[in-house]
């Protein structure tokens, strides 16, 4: 017969908590899911050990939210870096689920470890695996158990669950769907549930109060459901725990109408719920179902487009090679031309749509023709602003189907700014604000210009949003300017005459290439934070040659198709887990 204990007791540490003899001086405690085991900046006086439920290990980002940056299982140990170091405690641990403790004081470790050198020896191998993790942001400590709660009446959550979970062993995981049914059992019944399955879903129907209360303390992530045609109920983050909420640990799918070209109203679930992503789901859309686990799996596929002017163009083709070799795109994010190109993406546009669109937009006509005298910037952006209108409409960025992010520069407080909710058009007009080229744009009291200047290719905001692989397409890695960009034209007159003047004058190109410029430094985060670089060779395309449209995306499409072929597996199972280990 299974037991907790047989599976906890296998380890010189384990043995000192679990087991025939444990160490006289443990102690045990419950700890009720949403509370505090020890904070940042505690002293470190106790090592603790997970006998069962799960800890979020929580730290403080750049942006002054709260993330999670690792999970506690059962039968791991937590806080023993800081035991070790004598120093306080960096992150703040807090409890997911109701959890049993075991706990045993600094002085009694250091005892034992004496006593028994491989425990020492053991504790500094779990330290050194907890930091290659963090540094590489490894899945293993990725969410396996899910509860999906109902908050729009007569939806039925149970069938989309149940179909959730057929596409979820598709992929070659184990899964189980659990409903209110499971009320009344014991601690120790959800954890011998999840030891035997990859992931656990639990299904709460509209109404389930208790269970869905208890849902909120047993899992990892919790994902409300509702009708995106009707209007969010009055409270629907009651329904969440307040850990769920105060840590971004919970999510919204909205059950959209499948006649629908676009998504509405999200922003108005969003606030209501508080939640930290939207996903869209049409009724009875096989892809969206299959996105989802895929999300839920840690196999779904992040892309990020860089900006670089014209050279941009490239990533159009990098969409068409991703999409014919059967590649998912899950998440799609981007600066400058490259969040143009990759809203389109996450619009829902196809290959020919995406292609006419840029063409109409940038190609056929020059996107800078209204000069301006120069006080703020060389051209109104009148021409810009219009373009980006004409195409991407009145559109709200939670309202695309595919989850999607830009940046811009924030001059005010001298960081990169994210945008993930609000107009899409003005979004992008921000992400594209090349200084001294196009006016910046005025946010309030913030003034915002190109995402290029601070965060050019943003694949570390990419990698902080999914845990499976991310594609990065860096178009701002060919070559610098030349003398010959910059010299000015030999005869004003034929300039104009040749159509040149289209492109703008050379100190557009050097405006440009300054703000796009990358540092090795910088390149070399961008390549920890990808799975797969792209970097098409695009040194005769000038980055203000709006016209240079086909040879670009054509070294866009060769460099995704060879960087695809070195691949020597699925580009989904890049960073799938060890499913023996991820539990």
């Avoid at 990020?304 to 795109?329: K, Q």
């Avoid at 290029?452 to 178009?475: E, S, T, Y």
């Amino acid at each position: 017969m299974w037991s907790l204990d047989d599976e906890l007791a296998d380890t010189a540490l384990s043995r000192l908590f679990v087991g025939d003899k444990p160490s006289k001086e443990v102690a045990w405690f419950s700890l009720p899911g949403g509370r505090t085991l020890f904070s940042t900046n505690d002293s470190a006086e106790l090592l603790y050990f997970l006998r069962t439920g799960r800890l979020a290990v929580v730290r403080q980002a750049e942006s002054g939210q709260r993330e999670v940056i690792g999970m506690i299982r059962p039968g791991e140990p937590v806080g023993e870096m800081a035991l070790i170091a004598g120093t306080p405690h960096t992150a703040t641990v807090i409890a997911l689920r109701d959890s049993e403790i075991l706990a045993l004081p600094r002085a009694a470790f250091f005892l034992e470890a004496r006593r028994h050198p491989d425990i020492m020896a053991e504790v500094a191998r779990l330290m050194i695996l907890r930091a290659r993790q963090a540094s590489r942001r490894a899945p293993a400590s990725a969410p396996t158990v899910f509860a999906f709660v109902g908050v729009s009446e007569g939806l039925h959550v149970r069938p989309i669950v149940e179909k959730l979970r057929g596409r979820v062993e598709a992929l070659g995981f184990t899964a189980t769907v659990v409903g209110g049914e499971a009320l009344q059992a014991p601690t120790e019944w959800f954890s011998a549930v999840e030891q035997a399955h990859d992931l656990v879903l639990y299904a709460a129907e509209p109404g389930e109060t208790a269970w869905t209360e208890l849902c909120g303390r047993q899992v990892d992530r919790l994902v409300l459901i509702g009708r995106g045609d009707q209007p969010p109920p009055s409270q629907p983050s009651a329904f969440a725990a307040d850990a769920m909420q105060q840590h971004r640990l919970m999510d919204l799918l909205l059950v959209q109408p499948g006649a629908r070209r676009y998504p509405s109203g999200t922003d108005a679930w969003v606030q209501a719920a508080g939640a930290a992503r939207v996903f869209h789901m049409r009724e009875g859309g096989e892809e969206d179902l299959r996105r989802l686990a895929r999300i839920l799996t840690g196999t779904s596929v992040g892309l990020v487009l860089s900006g670089g002017g014209a050279r941009a163009y490239a990533h159009v083709g990098a969409v068409r090679a991703l999409r014919e070799a059967g590649a998912p795109i899950d998440f799609v994010g981007g600066a400058s031309m490259g969040a143009i190109v990759g809203a389109g993406l996450a619009m829902g546009w196809t290959d020919p749509e995406i292609e006419s669109r840029i063409k109409d937009a940038f190609v056929r006509s020059s996107p800078l023709g209204d000069i301006a005298f120069p006080m703020i910037a060389m051209t109104h952006g009148h021409s810009v602003k219009q373009r980006l209108e004409q195409h991407f409409d009145d559109v709200d960025i939670a309202d695309l189907w595919l989850p999607f992010f830009c940046v811009s520069s924030n001059l005010t407080t001298g960081l990169p700014k994210v945008h993930r909710r609000g107009n899409l058009a003005i979004a992008l007009r921000a992400s594209s604000a090349l200084p001294g080229v196009l006016p910046p744009v005025i946010d309030g009291d913030e003034v915002l210009v190109d995402g290029a200047v601070m965060r050019n290719f943003p694949a570390d905001i990419m990698r902080a949003a999914h845990a499976g692989p991310v594609v990065g397409v860096d178009v701002s890695r060919a070559r610098g300017l030349s003398a010959e960009d910059c010299k000015p034209p030999h005869s004003l007159w034929k300039w104009i005459l040749s159509g040149d003047f289209l492109r703008g004058p050379p100190i557009v190109s050097i405006l440009m290439r300054a703000a796009t410029v990358s540092t090795e430094r910088d390149l070399a985060a961008a390549r920890e934070a990808t799975d797969v670089l792209v970097a098409p060779k695009l040194d005769k395309v000038e980055i203000r040659d709006w016209r240079a449209f086909d040879p670009a995306v054509t070294a866009g499409y060769q460099a995704t198709v060879a960087a695809l072929a070195k691949l020597d597996r699925p580009l989904t199972d890049l960073r799938r887990r060890d499913d023996g280990q991820a539990r």
